[in-house]
């Protein structure tokens, strides 16, 4: 295979299929006709000598082959980004850009800090915070659409890195006149007959609660269920209510509104992590490598860090 066969333009069609699933959706979003799209693909199929897409019903699905071919398209695409934007460094028209993806939890307070702090240092990076689940942020991440990822884990992930790892403490909030915020710590059962408010289930800390309950043999039905971090914890301050969360991500709201955080003890409460990730073998702008250690500095520096991981 030569590399004159990978035409630009091929590729980028190619890799939008990808994306997309169909020739109709990447059609509409390239602007361009399916037929177009169709026939830069048979010609790169017909140069590599591969079949890329397996055509079904269901959409077109990249054989491995094609797998192969999106994640080399990826990188090179990534590459060119990162060389533009450190030209343009050099030549005073732009000082770079950090992508971040995040769950919910991390946007409320944690990492408008984080990047404020940053910012201070270094005014003219700018940032993109896009707020979604693990999965989207780790599919986004392989994808290119991303710089970094900060999410909760249970298991490694494919093609990722972690750049920056904690095992995370599950704490519950409440007001601090509630009848358990005295207590030094509460084992889960111990939430059961109080207003209790929820994540939904597709995010990570609820599938986590829900496991260790199922493993303890317990059943606890919250009152209030969201995919709102924020709606949450406006929910302890008018409901008087209890919400589970992670001690990072709240902390600072906490400290804001004068509410109590109770941690939750359990050997079933260790099993998930705070992770800081990358595409693995990707190398970074440098924007985003200077965040990385600003980062990883404020929180080896933090002494509720220290608090945690002791």
């Known amino acids: 295979m030569k590399a004159r066969h990978l035409q630009e333009n091929s590729v980028r069609y190619f890799l939008e299929v990808v994306r997309c699933g169909s020739l109709s959706l990447a059609a509409q979003k390239l602007n361009v006709a399916a037929s177009a799209i ?58 770079g850009e950090v992508r971040i993806d995040s769950s919910a939890g991390f946007s409320v307070d944690f990492l408008p800090m984080m990047i404020a702090s940053f910012r201070r240092h270094y005014p003219n990076i700018h940032f993109r915070l896009h707020v979604t689940h693990a999965e989207e942020v780790v599919r986004r991440l392989r994808e290119g659409e991303s710089d970094l990822g900060l999410t909760f884990s249970q298991i490694p992930e494919e093609n990722i890195h972690v750049a920056w790892r904690l095992q995370s403490r599950l704490v519950a909030v409440m007001p601090p006149d509630h009848v358990l915020a005295k207590r030094s710590g509460l084992q889960l059962s111990q939430l059961s007959g109080y207003p209790l408010g929820l994540p939904e289930r597709p995010i990570m800390l609820r599938r986590l609660f829900d496991a260790c309950c199922s493993r303890l043999g317990i059943s606890i039905s919250p009152v209030f269920v969201t995919n709102s971090i924020s709606a949450l914890l406006a929910f302890v301050r008018y409901e008087q209510g209890v919400v589970v969360a992670s001690e990072m991500t709240v902390r600072e709201y906490i400290r804001a509104h004068n509410l109590c955080a109770v941690p939750l003890v359990g050997q079933d409460l260790h099993g998930i992590n705070i992770e800081l990730n990358t595409l693995a073998g990707r190398s970074l702008p440098k924007a985003v490598t200077a965040f990385i250690d600003h980062f990883i500095r404020e929180m080896d520096a933090s002494p509720f860090i220290s608090a945690v991981t002791s």
């Open 38 to 95: 169709s026939r830069q693909i048979s010609g790169l199929e017909d140069r590599l000598g591969e079949t890329l897409f397996e055509r079904r019903k269901e959409g077109m699905i990249p054989t491995a082959a094609g797998e192969l071919l999106a994640a080399w398209a990826i990188r090179t695409q990534l590459e060119s980004e990162k060389v533009l934007h450190e030209l343009a460094e050099l030549n005073g028209l732009r000082k």
